[in-house]
């Protein structure tokens, strides 16, 4: 069984930093696409940042220069250091990764919370 097990979340002011964790368990061949999304409620849920296996990266406009996403393969792990965090960061923020074993499908996180307060 495949499991996305998130941390780092918390209360932080604003022009703080937090980083963020994720890590993949079970048994599984490969993880491709790895990213971070988030979410408010009644809002859906948005791409943050995303990294591919190769290690290339797209992030959202709202985020570029003060977020960077990275991964550890040897740990199956992705990471996204948030710096100079807004009040409007505050989400729900939720691990996905590409995970395949006897196929290919897309996993989630439980979810973390981050709230910047100003």
């Known amino acids: 069984q495949v499991q996305l097990v998130e941390s780092g979340g918390g209360l932080v002011q604003a022009g703080g930093s937090l980083r963020l964790s994720c890590a993949a368990s079970g048994s599984f061949f490969s993880i491709n696409a790895m990213g971070w999304y988030r979410q408010t409620p009644g809002k859906q849920r948005d791409l943050v940042a995303r990294i591919t296996s190769g290690g290339r990266t797209n992030y959202a406009d709202s985020v570029k220069g003060r977020f960077t996403i990275s991964r550890d393969n040897a740990k199956n792990t992705v990471y996204l250091q948030m710096n100079s965090l807004k009040p409007e960061d505050t989400a729900v923020y939720y691990c996905?990764?590409?995970?395949?074993?006897?196929?290919?499908?897309?996993?989630w996180g439980q979810g973390t919370q981050v709230t910047v307060s100003s």
């Open positions: 996905n990764a590409q995970i395949s074993s006897s196929y290919t499908r897309n996993y």
